[in-house]
């Protein structure tokens, strides 16, 4: 009888470990993706502060937050793209391709500022539009398709500089991007606004849940997340100060990954190209278009692609025949897997590719700091990049795992 009660005892305990485990993955799939990425962060930075306190000085964190602006804006477009499964390689040489035809009409040609910046998007536009269409015409795989058209854009931009190996920014418009720091007034005003606006689009849809009889709460949905972007953002706008202030390609940023996040959580659009990544078949069988949603995805990061060439031409000042930086792709898209996003397709959170390009950001910064050697930086990162896919495909298996 004592064995009995002793095996019954046994079953139940390998049965609630085993059920633990499956919990903690799914949260880790889920609400919690984020922190193994935080505790990371947070290791690198003491890290490099021991090895370097310079590290952690006002002047080091604005010139970083300056210094991932380029990744977390392309990391947007590879984010998008990610979504519905796909894999785009040519960012790196579109980005270059379309500030180079920006830099070509503003400076060589003189021609007003909008003019430029307008062709350098609808460039982006243009090559994501021929890249989708063939991916939806023909159902291409994206990653080789993306990948012949990097080769081709490379040798596209060398045509298009090929009179003027490198065209520089100095002084001009186009350097604006991030050569601009904020008055901390306006700094302070533009947090306010964005605090009250992410009230209001937080109580909005706590109440959509309250209609729908959905198990939320108030200090969750709306108080918390309200309270810890004024908190953060008053610390980060203080550090700030005491350099130079707040950066104009580093409220860009914010502005572009909000105005992407409301889109993303907050249309039908969205709704769609999480449900294709998801499950493209139900997405079909719905009569939603695959073809049309994957298409616009494509032409949206091309879009997003060019800004995030133009604010790299105006962080180095010029663009030239050696603005190709693939490590930047490489980087980019460290960042949109560390942040959370899955390269299945279908998960994620866009705020995520900001954390993740911190991250990435930090490591690079920390190393030039300490006097690393480029070798040494080249190995981090790519073992940055091996592991965050390592750890993703770990996290999706694991929470997948049949009960």
Known sequence: ?????????????????????????ELLNGPLRMLPVIFALIVIWIIFTILNPAFLSARNLTTLSVQIVNMGVMSIGLFLVLLHGELDLSCAAASAVSASVGAMLCIVMELPFIVGFLACILTGILVGTIQGWIVTKFGAPAFIITLGSQMGLEGLLLVILREH?????MNSTMAVFTTTYLP??????????????LFVLSYQSYTQAVKNNLPVKLQNKVILPTVSVLVGGIVVLEIMRRYKG??????????????????????????HLY??????????????????????????????????????ASRVQSVSISSIDDSIMMNSIAACVLGGASL???????????????????????MYLIGA???????????????????????????????
Request: aromatic share 6%; no cysteine; proline share 2%.
């Open 344 to 366: 299945t397709g279908g998960k994620g959170n866009i705020w995520g590719v900001l954390l993740g390009s911190l991250v990435m950001g930090s490591l690079t910064n920390g």
């Open 184 to 197: 901390m007034p306006l700094s302070y005003a533009l947090l306010a606004v964005g605090v009250a606006a």
């Open 275 to 312: 449900a294709l990544g998801s499950n493209p078949e139900a997405v079909r069988r719905a009569g939603i278009s695959v073809k049309n949603t994957k298409w616009a995805a494509f032409i949206l990061s091309g879009a997003v692609f060019a800004f995030a060439g133009l604010i790299a």
């Open 165 to 169: 190996n490198q065209i520089s920014l």
């Open 246 to 271: 707040l950066n104009l390609s580093v409220l860009l940023l914010l502005v572009l990954l909000a105005a992407f996040s409301y889109m993303l959580t907050q249309t039908r659009f969205g709704v």
């Open 373 to 403: 050697e480029t070798s040494t930086r080249l190995i981090i990162q790519g073992a940055i990049l091996v592991a965050a896919v390592v750890l993703d495909a770990f996290i999706v298996n694991a929470s997948t795992t049949k009960r």
């Open 1 to 25: 009888m004592a064995d009995k009660k002793g095996s019954v005892v046994l079953s139940r305990t390998t049965e609630i470990k085993p059920r633990k485990k499956l919990r903690i993955m």
